[in-house]
């Protein structure tokens, strides 16, 4: 199984900042995700990371608010752009190999925008 | 679109009781079926998982069941511990890849 880093674990950010969360995998993934989980909720995707290209976001999430760079196979990162208290959220990055594999999470980052 | 309905969203069993958590999604095409366990604070875990190939799969207490013509899978967990007190999500694999998730069910155990 890979075991995923994930940091800052928690922030408290001033609104109108940005915030990179970082996310490095112990071994090559195919690919890599980026979710969010408000609090007592389910987790929501923002974007597939994808590896030499542009990230592919879902409905509700744009670029400028939340660029992500995947440079190799073991590392990713997601930008909370211009952050307003709404932001305020977990953030989860999430990995796997191809195929049928199972898919594994970091640990998770608290943002809290004040 | 992409989605999977769960139920109950919250449950509460006495310890030794059985749980059982029931997912019903959309996309028939889908083949992974992950249940994963979130205790608060922290990542979610994969507790079980299932593919399409078989109907059921068990791991000690825990077991899954998944009924691909009526596009149900569900979770059994029996002689429930206080320790299985947590948020479970069912999910399954979209078109794209990702996992769509159920919105959790919060099981709480009491001793």
């Known amino acids: 199984s890979a075991v995923i880093s994930q940091k800052p674990s928690r922030d408290i950010c001033q609104r109108g900042t940005s915030l990179t969360i970082q996310c490095q995998v112990d071994?090559?993934?195919?690919?890599m995700f980026w979710y969010r989980q408000q609090p007592g909720q389910s987790l929501t995707l923002i974007a597939t990371a994808n590896q030499g290209s542009e990230a592919t976001y879902e409905s509700g999430f744009v670029i400028d608010k939340f660029p992500i760079s995947r440079p190799n196979l073991t590392f990713s990162t997601l930008t909370v752009s211009n952050m307003s208290p709404e932001d305020s959220s977990i953030y989860l990055c999430s990995a796997r190999t191809g195929g049928d594999t199972e898919a594994f999470f970091g640990q998770g980052t608290r943002l809290t925008v004040v | 679109g992409e989605n999977v309905e769960q139920h109950p969203s919250t449950l509460s069993v006495q310890e030794g009781d059985s749980a059982v958590i029931k997912c019903t999604y959309s996309d028939s095409a889908s083949n992974y079926f992950p249940w994963y366990k979130q205790e608060l604070g922290k990542r979610p875990q994969l507790i079980i998982d299932i593919r399409s190939n078989v109907g059921e799969k068990k791991d000690q207490r825990i077991a899954v069941t998944l009924n691909k013509t009526a596009k149900h899978f569900s979770l059994h967990i029996t002689e429930t511990q206080p320790e299985d007190s947590a948020v479970y999500f069912c999910a399954y694999r979209g078109s794209q890849g990702n996992l769509i998730f159920g919105k959790g069910t919060k099981l709480s155990v009491k001793p």
């Open positions: 071994s090559q993934v195919t690919m």
